[in-house]
């Protein structure tokens, strides 16, 4: 298992919660969890020495219980650095700057910004960064689903007038077919700052895992899967 492992372990047991593309989602053909967190996360364990990085699919909110229970070693999910989380888990340095973007179906005329949400029915990811700000919205009825998959479907089935969630997330959703019914509106946050958890007394991990980012930084390899993904 992954938390009494020695420190020399081989074995990397990293989390996430695979319906976030480009980070993380499953490849089409093969049906394995890819995108930009996992070519992170697999470079980074090859350069901190473990000769494998295996990959559990789960729930966005079972993640920091998971590294709490010793059940994962790591946990990148495109992940907000938040103070609340910070409480439970340890951060890497930040490997990737979000906000939060908001979604509506392509013909509406009425929501153009965050403001015009007052009231409306919003559709969101369980435990996520997107929720908490739906929450904050005077008379919404903020709609919770597992995965960002389906809060975006429910968009387009009608059931919500609108979606928060990441910017780079909605706007690969876009891309990839979704800008067939929706559309983006209003300005998005900034300096929403991704960071890889670990679990609080695994503190030599987090050490490590910083070391290998701020290599592949250096090396550019962490550029060649940026651009892999987001150019
Ligand atoms: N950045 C947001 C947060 O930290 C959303 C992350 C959702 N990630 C995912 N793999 N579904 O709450």
Redesign the pocket.
Known sequence: TAGNKPAEKKELIVG?????AP??FPDKKSGEITGF?MELIKAMGKKAGFAKVTVKGMG?DA?IPALDAGNIDVAI??????DA?KQKVNFTDPYYE?G?ATLVRKDNTTIKSLNDLKGKTIAV?L??????AAGKIEGATVKTFD??DTACLELKNGGADAVI??LP?LQYFLKQGGGEYAKMVGEPTKG?M?GIATAKKNKDLADKLNKALADLKKSGEYQKIYDKWFK
């Open positions: 996430t919660e695979p319906s976030f980070f993380e967190d966005f993640l999910a495109g992940m907000s650095i938040t989380r979000s939060l990811q435990g996520t960064t997107g929720a908490e995965t960002s969630s990441d997330v929403d991704y």
